[in-house]
């Protein structure tokens, strides 16, 4: 699974939520989704805003995470 790392980007850079909420002009709702994961789909423009405010490539944004086969559940 693709996992979203904002959180740990923010916290490495010493940067709050509240911060990266007001520089990527979204609802709160989409914000929130977004950072904890809880969104299916991330609009390209979303992702380049990202970037630029965390001032990181695109690819340090994303990590890949181990989760249990939907066999195996």
Same mark, same amino acid.
């Given at each position: 699974?693709?996992?979203?790392?904002?959180?740990?980007?923010?916290?490495?850079?010493?940067?709050?939520? #509240?911060?990266?909420?007001?520089?990527?002009?979204? /609802? #709160?709702?989409?914000? /929130?989704?977004?950072?904890?994961?809880?969104?299916? /789909?991330?609009? #390209?423009?979303?992702?380049?805003?990202? /970037?630029?405010?965390?001032?990181?490539?695109?690819? +340090?944004?994303?990590?890949?995470? +181990?989760?249990? +086969?939907?066999?195996?559940?």
């Amino acid at each position: 699974m693709v996992r979203l790392r904002v959180l740990d980007i923010l916290e490495e850079q010493h940067h709050t939520k #509240y911060w990266l909420f007001k520089q990527m002009e979204m /609802s #709160y709702q989409n914000f /929130s989704k977004l950072i904890n994961n809880e969104t299916r /789909s991330i609009r #390209y423009e979303n992702i380049e805003k990202l /970037s630029k405010f965390l001032d990181c490539p695109v690819g +340090d944004l994303f990590e890949t995470v +181990d989760t249990p +086969d939907a066999k195996d559940a």
